[in-house]
């Protein structure tokens, strides 16, 4: 007969730890946040929420662009990634400060930063393992996505994507949200460049058409650009602290977006944040 071992304190606190970090993987942030979103849905009413994306950088100006988005009403808050420049827990825990202090749930995609030094697991523990994911608000579909590394997503995923879309064909509105652009806005009409693969970026745009998507949110390239890719309104949004690229001043400048939802009409206004 085996005789048991018995674990004792030490033993307890090791399985009580593992047991902390796997419920931290299945339930982060991210899924918390879903179920705030959920129980709060509108129905058929009007409403907005906010978006903002690449507040990432050892100078970010993320917690002034926080600081001018609490005021803004909103239900709940899209971070499109880049949240942190390499993954570390001082910058999770710095940039979950200015998160919590906007007072509203916050859903987050991963950005490629977020991939440093095998990054995927961190963001796992702190937002959970919903990587792909699409919830019904206000009438509307919402639909979000992994592509922070930029390649192909994959026969799968892409299959996931067309099922989501084709069952949100009865929404009043279908809005997609990732970190990389389809393609770079700065260098004109579908053209890749700081933005995906370009056979990816063919493969869902296809899917978008598709799937009637009202608007994709994007962040990476670091600033403001609004357009359309083979007929898909696009919205990049990477100024919400991140060192900006583009010197001109029509696009480089910090900010993040309020989305109104009016009856069918999805409209997205933009807050500049002022240097001081």
Not at 60 to 75: L, T
Not at 105 to 127: I, K, Q, S, T, W
Request: proline residues 5%; hydrophobic residues 40%; glycine residues 14%.
């Amino acid at each position: 007969m085996r005789r048991r071992r018995d674990v004792g304190w030490w033993g307890l606190l090791l399985v009580l730890g593992w047991a902390a970090v796997a419920s931290a993987a299945t339930l982060g942030s991210n899924d918390r946040a879903l179920e705030a979103i959920r129980a709060r849905d509108p129905g058929d009413r009007d409403f907005s929420f906010l978006v903002v994306g690449d507040s990432r950088g050892p100078r970010s100006r993320f917690p002034q662009v926080a600081e001018e988005m609490r005021p803004v009403s909103g239900d709940f808050v899209f971070h499109l990634g880049d949240l942190t420049n390499r993954g570390t827990s001082k910058e999770y825990e710095e940039v979950q400060r200015s998160l919590d202090s906007l007072g509203r749930p916050v859903l987050a995609v991963m950005g490629n930063h977020e991939l440093v030094d095998r990054g995927r697991g961190r963001f796992a523990l702190r937002f959970g393992q919903s990587f792909d994911g699409a919830f019904r608000y206000g009438g509307g579909l919402f639909l979000f996505f992994d592509n922070a590394d930029g390649r192909p997503v994959g026969e799968k995923r892409l299959a996931w994507l067309r099922s989501a879309l084709e069952e949100g064909r009865d929404a009043r509105f279908r809005l997609v949200f990732c970190h990389q652009p389809l393609y770079d806005p700065r260098k004109g009409q579908e053209v890749s460049g700081h933005s995906m693969d370009p056979r990816g970026a063919r493969e869902l745009l296809e899917v978008f058409r598709e799937g009637r998507v009202t608007r994709v949110f994007a962040s990476h390239v670091h600033g403001w650009y609004d357009g359309a890719w083979g007929g898909v309104p696009f919205t990049v949004t990477g100024g919400g602290g991140a060192h900006l690229y583009d010197k001109d001043p029509a696009h480089g400048f910090f900010h993040f977006l309020r989305v109104d939802v009016t009856g069918t009409e999805v409209s997205v206004r933009v807050f500049p944040v002022p240097t001081r």
